[in-house]
């Protein structure tokens, strides 16, 4: 069964991971596991007229636990991640390196179907130009809601489906990227 929650630094700070662990059938008490995560791909409209090359590396160590007394389930997860946008009309790269550990703090069983989980991530992000100039810092620590839809089996986490995000409560630290767009930055630096 596949188990899915997103990671990140939200608001822009990071591109969403989605973290997938398998959980035994039996519902273990503990999930702990050590993965790797790549990809590559091309898109031909990134920032709606450019190609572009983008590749992704994270090595992701997952701890899941059935926490209180109604067992809800509970994720943490560390990851160290490296993103990369090609260029490829003039072959110059923008990149995010970064570290991010995510923990959920609390799970709510609403009662109709669904559970609010608060999670609060701790990380740092560090883009770098074509050059390998760092232009921008994000790191801090952050909390935010998200709903999910626990079809009937809020204990189990494999048939959940995420719903909304409910928004950040609560942000510290240093935000370079916070008011900046991204596509103007990567048009901007790769150009």
Not at 9 to 31: D, E, K, N, R, W
Not at 166 to 180: C, I, N, Q, Y
Request: proline share 3%; aromatic share 10%.
């Amino acid at each position: 069964m596949k188990v899915s929650r997103s990671l990140g630094l939200a608001g822009g700070l990071a591109l969403a991971f989605v973290v997938a662990s398998v959980v035994p059938a039996a519902a273990a008490p503990i999930v702990n596991e050590h993965f790797h995560a790549s990809e590559s791909e091309v898109f031909d409209d990134f920032c709606e007229d450019m190609a572009v090359l983008f590749q992704h590396e994270a090595d992701i160590h997952e701890l899941v636990k059935s926490r209180g007394p109604y067992g809800l389930i509970y994720f943490a997860a560390n990851v160290r991640f490296v993103n990369s946008w090609t260029n490829l009309a003039t072959g110059k790269t923008f990149a995010i390196e970064g570290t991010i550990r995510d923990m959920d703090q609390r799970v709510t069983d609403n009662g109709d179907g669904t559970l609010t989980i608060l999670i609060k991530s701790a990380g740092k992000q560090k883009v770098y130009g074509p050059d390998g100039e760092r232009l921008f810092l994000d790191a801090g620590i952050f909390s935010f809601e998200i709903l999910v839809d626990h079809s009937g089996t809020p204990t189990d986490p494999s048939d959940d489906e995420f719903l909304d995000d409910l928004g950040v409560v609560k942000v510290t630290g240093r935000v370079d990227t916070a008011e900046r767009d991204f596509c103007e930055d990567f048009r901007e630096f790769t150009s």
